[in-house]
């Protein structure tokens, strides 16, 4: 079946440090995957997506590259502000459902202190 | 913009109660969620829904149950409250079942305390 492994919390960084979230996925089908992020006290909003292999998605300075081969989609961030402290979670769409169920990791809380 | 509006961001229950939580979206998206969220095991999802009186159970159904008379809205009941369904509970919309791109959209949350 479809599942979506994160690797554990928390995440402690430094402002300015560089992030990697790591994600790995299950499909029975052809996945669209999705990055979304939970500020305290929210629901969790759309970070970045990502519908084929080999494509990159990209938003407020954070990316991940869907990677067929390692069945991966893991989360960037290059300079990390004390803004981006949230919980992240990694998700999947299965191209072969007709339900629309997506598919969530743990979560990933990280903490950037200044 | 996407809005999914969950009716309390707070209720507090007693344990037996019948608890109803409510979903309202305004797009018009024929697939809406119910998933229950807990420290240290992530989103777990309980009943979902493809169309008006469609349901489909999750991962998590026991002790629940849902209703979706209306396209817009999405209720979930706790049948007889108890002190283990004391969470955060998160609403969320998509719009075609059948398409592999479209996101989810979440509402705020209500978080539940069954006493």
């Known amino acids: 079946g479809d599942s979506v492994t994160q690797m554990e919390g928390p995440v402690t960084l430094s402002e300015e440090a560089f992030l990697t979230i790591n994600c790995t996925y299950t499909a029975t089908g052809y996945p669209s995957l999705f990055w979304y992020v939970q500020y305290p006290g929210e629901g969790l909003q759309l970070l970045l997506k990502?519908?084929?292999?080999?494509d990159k998605g990209s938003n407020k300075g954070f990316e991940a590259t869907y990677r067929k081969e390692t069945t991966s989609f893991h989360l960037e961030k290059g300079s990390v502000q004390v803004s981006d402290s949230a919980v992240y979670f990694c998700g999947l769409h299965d191209r072969g459902s007709t339900l629309g169920r997506l598919y969530f990791g743990r979560g990933t809380q990280l903490t950037v202190w200044p | 913009d996407v809005k999914v509006t969950q009716s309390s961001r707070y209720l507090v229950k007693r344990t037996g109660e019948k608890v109803f939580l409510e979903c309202v979206q305004d797009m018009d998206h024929e697939n809406m969620f119910w998933y229950r969220q807990d420290p240290g095991l992530g989103l777990r999802l309980i009943y979902f829904?493809?169309?008006?009186?469609?349901?489909e159970k999750g991962d998590i159904p026991e002790g629940y149950s849902v209703s979706r008379e209306k396209k817009e809205r999405f209720s979930l009941i706790l049948e007889s409250a108890s002190t283990n369904q004391t969470s955060m509970y998160l609403c969320?919309?998509?719009?075609?079942?059948?398409?592999?791109?479209?996101?989810?959209?979440f509402g705020d949350g209500t978080r539940l305390s069954i006493l």
């Open positions: 969320a919309s998509r719009d075609n079942p059948r398409t592999a791109n479209q996101p989810q959209h």
């Open positions: 829904s493809y169309d008006v009186k469609m349901k």
């Open positions: 990502a519908t084929k292999a080999d």
